[in-house]
């Protein structure tokens, strides 16, 4: 057995997600003469019980991973609920890609049809958000539109101008409000406190702002004016979004400044 051969070995036996005695019992004759060849064992442990020693370090690697992506899903989840999510998870969804950060990208999904959500049904919620964080935070750079590329616009031009939102960006939609979660999350408070009540139509808007990923719970008014925009609406449609929702010309002006300060825009064209 060469080196390559070994490695594959015995990442397959610390990967099976019920553990090295289960891989070796459902594993082919081949595979357990190869397995009893290449590991050694002692009066103390079995060649399956020290491999076992790597695979619950790893099953630990795989629940860190998760845990520090998904700081308020596991916070909200509670200590012991977020490891038997994470355990189920496993089970369901082994890791198959060499970066571990791309581990948790069905985390949400698995989530949503997990039956803890009929105690916590904002996790689905809550995962969404933070796994956007990650995806925004991997996305390609861009050159922000500036605010002097804008004030030098004819104001002839405007009603018909179209603004490009930058691929850095997601505005989502829940019954939940995130960034609140997450500053009681980030503050040391105990989950039992968390501020879940919300009204209907909160957005949760996400972006890049450099290399730093942002989020903040975004107005009715103001959620709607920029869902016009991220469509693909123009400056005057964006501005009959926003009256719609009881928010007038000077508040569209002091959105969009704020938008193009954050770097939620990087170009405007007929």
């Not at 605010?147 to 960006?169: G, H, S």
């Not at 903040?216 to 920029?226: D, F, G, Q, T, Y």
Request: contains cysteine; negative net charge.
């Amino acid at each position: 057995m060469d080196l390559a051969e070994l490695q594959e070995l015995f990442f397959r036996a610390i990967a099976w997600p019920t553990g090295v005695a289960d891989f070796l019992a459902q594993a082919d004759a081949e595979t357990v003469a190869a397995f009893e060849d290449a590991f050694a064992e002692t009066p103390e442990f079995t060649r399956a019980q020290r491999v076992d020693i790597y695979a619950e370090s790893y099953f630990w690697r795989l629940f860190e991973t998760l845990q520090t992506q998904f700081a308020v899903t596991a916070w909200l989840a509670g200590e012991a609920g977020f490891r038997n999510l994470v355990t189920d998870y496993v089970l369901a969804r082994p890791s198959r890609d060499p970066d571990l950060r791309r581990f948790g990208a069905s985390f949400p999904a698995f989530l949503s049809a997990h039956p803890i959500v009929q105690a916590h049904p904002y996790l689905p919620f809550c995962s969404e958000v933070e796994l956007t964080m990650m995806q925004l935070l991997d996305a390609a750079d861009i050159t922000p539109l500036a605010l002097e590329t804008v004030a030098a616009i004819p104001a002839d031009r405007w009603p018909q101008l179209r603004f490009v939102p930058a691929p850095t960006l997601a505005l989502m939609a829940s019954p939940w409000r995130y960034s609140p979660l997450s500053e009681a999350c980030r503050g040391g408070r105990p989950a039992s406190e968390a501020p879940l009540a919300a009204a209907d139509n909160v957005h949760t808007l996400i972006w890049r702002e450099g290399m730093h990923v942002m989020h903040r719970s975004v107005p009715p008014s103001e959620a709607k004016a920029l869902s016009t925009m991220i469509a693909g609406g123009t400056f005057a449609e964006v501005c009959s979004a926003a009256d719609a929702s009881g928010a007038g010309i000077e508040a569209v002006a002091g959105w969009l400044h704020r938008w193009i300060e954050a770097e939620l825009l990087i170009d405007c064209a007929l």
